[in-house]
């Protein structure tokens, strides 16, 4: 399973759009992108899954570029509730999740 | 119904006790899994059962034993843990398992006296 790397946290304001970087340089040909919020005490929830271009959900859009070593998970117009840990995982489909070490974004009023 | 539920949400024992977490779902899903967060650090996976069977275990210590009696139960079943156990217990299914979205219940905080 690829490695993940990306930045341990994040600030940013209400209504800023936030852009969280995945570095993932071993990614193999079947793998594809997850990103999972989690809010404190809580089990980890879905926000979204890739494999190339772009994607988007009601929530969040995720971009990856051509040779997909890295992807970026574009929250748009945070507000407070979107503080959390973002986990990036990448992995071919499967049972396994391994999660990263994930990035604590912390949204100021 | 997209709830993943686990019970008891806390759970205090002593290293000799026997105690069990349940978690239980209703979405049809045929993937169930267990895992375990220590503070500030993410999920690691500990089982996965694949249509009532498990399919896969993360090398973990046999003072943990899984069951699923199921399709919509999964036990954990605890006997003589350490202290180095307490942590975030986490639940979680998914429609067949392969790659497909995880739910996760909010956990059992458990703790090792």
């Known amino acids: 399973l690829a490695k993940t790397t990306q930045p341990i946290s994040m600030d940013s304001y209400e209504g800023q759009e936030v852009n969280i970087t995945c570095s993932h340089n071993n990614i193999a040909t079947n793998d594809y992108i997850t990103w999972y919020q989690q809010f404190p005490s809580q089990g980890p929830r879905f926000i979204i899954q890739g494999y190339k271009t772009k994607v988007t959900n009601e929530v969040a859009s995720l971009f990856i570029p051509a040779d997909r070593k890295s992807s970026t998970l574009s929250l748009p117009r945070v507000s407070l509730s979107d503080t959390a840990v973002y986990y990036c995982?990448?992995?071919?489909?499967?049972?396994?999740?391994?999660f990263g070490s994930g990035t604590r974004l912390l949204v100021r009023p | 119904d997209t709830e993943v539920t686990q019970t008891p949400k806390h759970l205090v024992m002593g290293m000799t006790n026997k105690k069990s977490l349940k978690c239980e779902q209703h979405?049809?899903?045929?993937?169930m899994y267990w895992y375990k967060q220590k503070a500030k650090k993410p999920p690691e996976l500990m089982f996965v059962y694949s249509y009532e069977k498990l399919s896969i275990n993360e090398s973990v210590p046999s003072r943990f034993s899984p069951e699923c009696p199921n399709s919509s139960l999964l036990n954990l079943h605890l006997h003589a843990l350490q202290p180095e156990d307490s942590a975030l217990y986490l639940c979680a299914s998914s429609q067949a398992g392969e790659g497909d979205e995880q739910y996760f219940g909010p956990g059992t905080r458990l703790t090792v006296t």
């Open positions: 995982l990448v992995g071919d489909i499967g049972y396994k999740l391994i």
């Open positions: 979405m049809g899903h045929r993937a």
